[in-house]
């Protein structure tokens, strides 16, 4: 049986260091959205989720979500949408994605991450810095709590 693979916004949570992500006690893996839904959408859906998902106070809350917040901590860097910092939430378009269940328990879910490109500042030609690669990312769930790793 052949799988449907799709092209879509891949958001997850991202961090230099480790113990930042698992402080967090949220999934890796925030949203997968249509690939269709604008970039300017997916920055206030951005806002919306750090909001929610990182256990800030109120004060917060309210600094994270103005839309002065969205323009001094929204990033873009090579196609993704980013906000925060150590941990951020990192928005991107990925493609060939699809979900495997390897278990009642547990769910993987692969995907492509898009080469990126640089200017060559002398020619104006592009550079690829990173090209195409395979990513997944496993989740396991137990009793309605989650455990992750990633592959």
């Known amino acids: 049986m052949s799988r449907k693979k799709r092209k879509a916004w891949l958001i997850t949570w ?26 300017d ?12 998902e990182s256990g800030l106070t109120l004060l917060e809350k309210l600094t994270i979500g103005s839309v002065e917040a969205r323009r001094r901590y929204g990033k873009g860097y090579l196609g993704e949408c980013r906000l925060g910092s150590n941990p951020s939430l990192v928005a991107r378009r990925v ?3 699809y979900i495997e269940r390897t278990s009642a328990s547990e769910q993987t879910v692969f995907w492509t991450e898009d080469a990126q490109f640089t200017h060559e500042p002398c020619s104006n030609r592009l550079k690829e810095i990173v090209p195409d690669r395979a990513m997944s990312y496993t989740e396991r769930y137990s009793h309605g709590q989650y455990t992750t790793r990633s592959a």
């Open 95 to 97: 493609k060939d994605l």
């Open 41 to 52: 959408a997916i920055g206030h859906m951005l806002q919306a989720l750090y909001c929610s």
């Open 14 to 39: 991202r961090s230099s260091r480790r113990d930042y992500l698992n402080d967090l006690g949220r999934p890796t893996i925030v949203a997968i959205l249509d690939s269709r839904v604008p970039a």
